[in-house]
T-cell receptor, first 113, second 114 residues
Protein backbone atom coordinates (compact mmCIF):
# COMPACT_ATOMS: atom_id res chain seq x y z
CA UNK A 1 0.00 0.00 0.00
CA UNK A 2 1.06 3.54 -0.66
CA UNK A 3 1.73 5.99 2.16
CA UNK A 4 2.00 9.77 2.12
CA UNK A 5 3.77 11.71 4.86
CA UNK A 6 3.54 15.42 5.58
CA UNK A 7 5.90 16.13 8.44
CA UNK A 8 4.92 19.76 9.00
CA UNK A 9 1.54 19.96 10.79
CA UNK A 10 1.63 23.76 10.89
CA UNK A 11 3.56 26.47 9.09
CA UNK A 12 3.37 30.22 8.79
CA UNK A 13 4.76 32.71 6.30
CA UNK A 14 4.80 36.47 5.96
CA UNK A 15 2.71 37.93 3.19
CA UNK A 16 4.69 38.25 -0.07
CA UNK A 17 7.31 35.77 1.12
CA UNK A 18 7.97 32.25 -0.19
CA UNK A 19 7.16 29.05 1.67
CA UNK A 20 7.82 25.39 0.92
CA UNK A 21 5.61 22.55 2.14
CA UNK A 22 7.14 19.08 2.32
CA UNK A 23 5.70 15.75 1.29
CA UNK A 24 7.25 12.31 1.00
CA UNK A 25 5.61 9.14 -0.17
CA UNK A 26 6.33 5.46 -0.36
CA UNK A 27 5.41 3.28 -3.30
CA UNK A 28 6.76 0.44 -5.39
CA UNK A 29 4.93 1.65 -8.48
CA UNK A 30 6.64 3.41 -11.35
CA UNK A 31 3.60 5.16 -12.83
CA UNK A 32 1.50 7.39 -10.62
CA UNK A 33 0.28 10.93 -10.08
CA UNK A 34 0.96 13.35 -7.25
CA UNK A 35 -1.26 16.22 -6.19
CA UNK A 36 -1.45 19.15 -3.84
CA UNK A 37 -4.92 20.10 -2.65
CA UNK A 38 -5.91 23.24 -0.76
CA UNK A 39 -8.74 23.34 1.77
CA UNK A 40 -9.46 26.90 2.95
CA UNK A 41 -11.22 27.26 6.32
CA UNK A 42 -14.81 26.03 6.03
CA UNK A 43 -14.52 25.86 2.28
CA UNK A 44 -14.29 23.23 -0.41
CA UNK A 45 -11.10 21.32 -1.23
CA UNK A 46 -9.62 22.38 -4.54
CA UNK A 47 -6.78 21.04 -6.65
CA UNK A 48 -3.71 23.29 -6.64
CA UNK A 49 -1.29 21.40 -8.83
CA UNK A 50 -0.57 17.92 -10.12
CA UNK A 51 2.51 16.06 -11.34
CA UNK A 52 2.74 12.96 -13.50
CA UNK A 53 5.51 10.64 -12.31
CA UNK A 54 6.73 9.97 -15.85
CA UNK A 55 7.40 13.67 -16.41
CA UNK A 56 10.78 14.95 -15.29
CA UNK A 57 9.81 18.60 -15.58
CA UNK A 58 8.37 20.08 -12.40
CA UNK A 59 4.80 21.33 -12.67
CA UNK A 60 4.05 25.02 -12.25
CA UNK A 61 0.76 26.88 -11.83
CA UNK A 62 1.21 30.62 -11.46
CA UNK A 63 2.66 31.18 -7.95
CA UNK A 64 2.63 27.47 -7.14
CA UNK A 65 5.38 25.09 -8.19
CA UNK A 66 6.59 21.68 -7.13
CA UNK A 67 9.97 20.08 -6.62
CA UNK A 68 9.48 16.46 -7.66
CA UNK A 69 12.35 14.14 -6.75
CA UNK A 70 11.26 10.69 -7.94
CA UNK A 71 14.24 8.76 -6.63
CA UNK A 72 13.91 10.36 -3.22
CA UNK A 73 10.11 10.01 -3.33
CA UNK A 74 9.73 13.63 -2.43
CA UNK A 75 7.14 16.11 -3.69
CA UNK A 76 7.31 19.56 -2.13
CA UNK A 77 5.11 22.56 -2.89
CA UNK A 78 6.54 26.05 -3.18
CA UNK A 79 4.25 29.04 -2.86
CA UNK A 80 5.79 32.29 -4.04
CA UNK A 81 4.57 35.79 -3.17
CA UNK A 82 2.26 34.38 -0.48
CA UNK A 83 -1.15 36.00 -0.21
CA UNK A 84 -3.66 36.09 2.63
CA UNK A 85 -5.96 33.90 0.56
CA UNK A 86 -3.34 31.16 0.63
CA UNK A 87 -4.19 30.51 4.28
CA UNK A 88 -5.55 26.97 4.25
CA UNK A 89 -4.87 23.33 4.98
CA UNK A 90 -2.74 21.78 2.25
CA UNK A 91 -2.91 18.08 1.49
CA UNK A 92 -0.43 16.08 -0.52
CA UNK A 93 -1.98 13.13 -2.35
CA UNK A 94 -0.82 10.12 -4.34
CA UNK A 95 -2.90 8.56 -7.11
CA UNK A 96 -2.02 5.02 -8.16
CA UNK A 97 -2.72 3.19 -11.39
CA UNK A 98 -5.72 1.54 -9.77
CA UNK A 99 -7.41 4.93 -9.49
CA UNK A 100 -7.02 4.94 -5.74
CA UNK A 101 -5.86 8.02 -3.86
CA UNK A 102 -3.85 8.32 -0.68
CA UNK A 103 -3.66 11.56 1.28
CA UNK A 104 -1.25 12.94 3.82
CA UNK A 105 -2.42 14.34 7.15
CA UNK A 106 -2.13 17.91 5.93
CA UNK A 107 -0.15 21.06 6.68
CA UNK A 108 -1.99 24.06 8.08
CA UNK A 109 -0.53 27.17 6.47
CA UNK A 110 -1.13 30.64 7.88
CA UNK A 111 -0.15 33.72 5.90
CA UNK A 112 0.63 36.58 8.25
CA UNK A 113 -0.13 40.13 7.09
CA UNK B 1 -21.35 23.41 -14.95
CA UNK B 2 -22.57 22.70 -11.41
CA UNK B 3 -20.03 21.35 -8.95
CA UNK B 4 -20.23 18.34 -6.68
CA UNK B 5 -23.07 18.63 -4.21
CA UNK B 6 -23.54 16.78 -0.94
CA UNK B 7 -26.59 16.54 1.26
CA UNK B 8 -27.17 17.07 4.05
CA UNK B 9 -24.40 19.49 5.00
CA UNK B 10 -24.74 18.85 8.73
CA UNK B 11 -26.09 15.90 10.65
CA UNK B 12 -26.34 14.98 14.32
CA UNK B 13 -27.03 11.36 15.19
CA UNK B 14 -27.00 9.18 18.27
CA UNK B 15 -24.82 6.15 18.85
CA UNK B 16 -26.38 3.03 17.39
CA UNK B 17 -28.38 4.84 14.73
CA UNK B 18 -27.70 4.65 11.02
CA UNK B 19 -27.19 7.45 8.53
CA UNK B 20 -27.29 7.92 4.78
CA UNK B 21 -25.31 10.62 3.00
CA UNK B 22 -25.82 11.65 -0.60
CA UNK B 23 -23.47 12.91 -3.28
CA UNK B 24 -24.29 14.25 -6.75
CA UNK B 25 -21.25 14.37 -9.03
CA UNK B 26 -20.44 16.86 -11.74
CA UNK B 27 -22.48 16.16 -14.86
CA UNK B 28 -20.68 13.60 -17.02
CA UNK B 29 -18.52 12.28 -14.20
CA UNK B 30 -18.97 8.55 -13.68
CA UNK B 31 -16.67 8.01 -10.71
CA UNK B 32 -17.52 8.96 -7.15
CA UNK B 33 -15.17 8.44 -4.22
CA UNK B 34 -15.89 8.86 -0.54
CA UNK B 35 -13.46 10.00 2.14
CA UNK B 36 -13.57 10.43 5.89
CA UNK B 37 -11.72 13.48 7.18
CA UNK B 38 -10.79 13.79 10.84
CA UNK B 39 -8.29 16.12 12.55
CA UNK B 40 -4.86 14.54 12.65
CA UNK B 41 -5.83 11.66 10.34
CA UNK B 42 -6.24 13.60 7.15
CA UNK B 43 -8.42 12.01 4.52
CA UNK B 44 -9.06 8.30 4.73
CA UNK B 45 -10.36 6.63 1.58
CA UNK B 46 -13.62 4.75 2.04
CA UNK B 47 -14.58 3.51 -1.42
CA UNK B 48 -14.96 4.44 -5.06
CA UNK B 49 -17.87 3.70 -7.35
CA UNK B 50 -17.70 3.71 -11.12
CA UNK B 51 -20.65 2.90 -13.36
CA UNK B 52 -22.67 1.58 -10.40
CA UNK B 53 -19.92 -0.83 -9.34
CA UNK B 54 -17.56 -0.54 -6.41
CA UNK B 55 -14.14 -0.26 -7.99
CA UNK B 56 -11.95 0.34 -4.94
CA UNK B 57 -12.38 -0.06 -1.20
CA UNK B 58 -10.42 1.28 1.74
CA UNK B 59 -9.88 -0.31 5.15
CA UNK B 60 -13.13 0.49 6.88
CA UNK B 61 -15.46 -1.93 8.67
CA UNK B 62 -18.51 -3.35 6.97
CA UNK B 63 -20.72 -0.80 8.77
CA UNK B 64 -19.69 1.57 6.02
CA UNK B 65 -21.33 0.83 2.70
CA UNK B 66 -22.25 2.66 -0.44
CA UNK B 67 -23.94 2.45 -3.76
CA UNK B 68 -24.17 4.33 -7.01
CA UNK B 69 -27.21 4.88 -9.17
CA UNK B 70 -27.50 4.91 -12.94
CA UNK B 71 -27.32 8.73 -12.95
CA UNK B 72 -23.96 8.47 -11.10
CA UNK B 73 -25.37 9.87 -7.87
CA UNK B 74 -23.97 8.01 -4.90
CA UNK B 75 -25.06 7.32 -1.37
CA UNK B 76 -23.00 6.26 1.62
CA UNK B 77 -24.53 4.48 4.58
CA UNK B 78 -23.11 4.00 8.04
CA UNK B 79 -24.93 1.60 10.31
CA UNK B 80 -24.66 1.25 14.10
CA UNK B 81 -22.98 4.62 14.51
CA UNK B 82 -20.09 4.97 16.95
CA UNK B 83 -18.68 8.13 18.53
CA UNK B 84 -15.55 7.69 16.42
CA UNK B 85 -17.58 8.06 13.23
CA UNK B 86 -17.89 11.79 13.90
CA UNK B 87 -16.10 13.38 10.96
CA UNK B 88 -16.39 15.38 7.78
CA UNK B 89 -17.38 13.05 4.96
CA UNK B 90 -16.24 14.21 1.56
CA UNK B 91 -17.15 12.89 -1.80
CA UNK B 92 -15.21 13.56 -4.96
CA UNK B 93 -16.10 12.95 -8.56
CA UNK B 94 -14.04 12.49 -11.70
CA UNK B 95 -14.58 11.41 -15.24
CA UNK B 96 -13.64 7.87 -14.36
CA UNK B 97 -11.46 6.64 -17.18
CA UNK B 98 -8.09 5.00 -16.61
CA UNK B 99 -6.24 8.27 -17.13
CA UNK B 100 -8.68 10.51 -15.32
CA UNK B 101 -6.97 11.45 -12.09
CA UNK B 102 -8.38 14.90 -11.46
CA UNK B 103 -10.90 14.78 -8.65
CA UNK B 104 -13.39 17.48 -7.75
CA UNK B 105 -14.55 17.59 -4.17
CA UNK B 106 -17.91 18.45 -2.68
CA UNK B 107 -18.34 20.66 0.40
CA UNK B 108 -18.74 17.66 2.69
CA UNK B 109 -21.26 16.44 5.24
CA UNK B 110 -20.33 17.14 8.85
CA UNK B 111 -21.55 14.17 10.91
CA UNK B 112 -21.63 14.41 14.69
CA UNK B 113 -22.40 11.29 16.69
CA UNK B 114 -23.45 11.83 20.31
Amino acid sequence: AQTVTQSQPEMSVQEAETVTLSCTYDTSENNYYLFWYKQPPSRQMILVIRQEAYKQQNATENRFSVNFQKAAKSFSLKISDSQLGDTAMYFCAFGDTGNQFYFGTGTSLTVIP
Amino acid sequence: KAGVTQTPRYLIKTRGQQVTLSCSPISGHRSVSWYQQTPGQGLQFLFEYFSETQRNKGNFPGRFSGRQFSNSRSEMNVSTLELGDSALYLCASKLGGIESYEQYFGPGTRLTVT
